[in-house]
């Protein structure tokens, strides 16, 4: 984080979504996109893009992982409004769970109603094959916390239906949205399985054994991120799509050992492919909004 502040994490957020909102001027963005490792490719395709380095939003972590550029990339992708973030911090890097989601709070406070996160994954499911994108049905939390423990902020939310203590993750991932997505996905030429993501915290890959486990608990990917941006957007009535690049064959299916530069290199392969069907998915979900704020689920 940047120096400490007096501020309270509420405060702190608005803060920087403040600072973001005069940055961006005019444009109003109403779908975020959190881009994994290797996958920095859809912040090209932004039109008429406006970059925001980390380092200069008030309170905003800074990643230092290789594949993650680090800046906000705001603009038009498929002529619809978007804020990127290139690249993301995780707990690994010794960030506190709440330090991980300060910015999709921060994407809240700047008013999107739509969180795209993508992320670098190993493939559990034999049916997968490395470079395919995968659509996030659901997921499975094995980091050992939950970034909203501690004291509720129901301000993030509307304090009824949102920013609740507890709410419902039935649909942790937009069933609608995931729809959007697999009508974009065949208007680009290619289908997309659906698969249960498991999260740890790493920075170690897996074991053969964990991953044996991880597969008869029901998961089909695992990797280090997003189910605490998942967690903390559902808190505050933001809807998910989760999308995951299996960038290697998990631990014990693979024939090789696991490397963070195959991770990035398949990344790297893939990202095109992730830029094009956002460009078409963007505007798919504006019409499917009618121009209105999506309504928020339980």
Known sequence: MNSPSLLSYFDQANE????????????????????GSGLGAVAEAVASPVYVPYGEIPHFPQSTVEGHSGRIVAGLLGGVPVVVMQGRVHSYEGYTPQQVTFPMRVLGRLGIETAILTNAAGGINS???IGQLVLLADHINMLGFNPLIGPNEARFGDGKKTGLRFFDMTEA?????????????????????EGVYLATSGPSFETPAEIRAFRALGAD????????????ARHMGI??????????????????????????????????RLAGLLSRLAPAIAA???GSALEPQG
């Open 16 to 35: 920087a979504a403040e600072f973001l909102r005069a940055k961006l001027g005019s444009l109003t963005p109403h779908i975020g996109i959190v881009l």
């Open 127 to 129: 049916n997968y094959q």
């Open 173 to 193: 991932y937009s069933v609608e949205l995931r729809a959007l997505a697999q009508k974009a996905a065949k208007d680009e030429g290619f289908t997309m399985h």
């Open 221 to 232: 990917l695992v990797g280090m991120s997003t189910v605490p941006e998942t967690i903390v």
């Open 239 to 272: 809807r998910v799509l989760g999308i995951s690049c299996v960038t290697n064959l998990a631990a014990g299916i693979s024939a090789t050992q696991l490397s963070h530069q195959e991770v990035f290199e398949t990344g790297k392969r893939v990202q095109h």
């Open 288 to 290: 499917a909004s009618d």
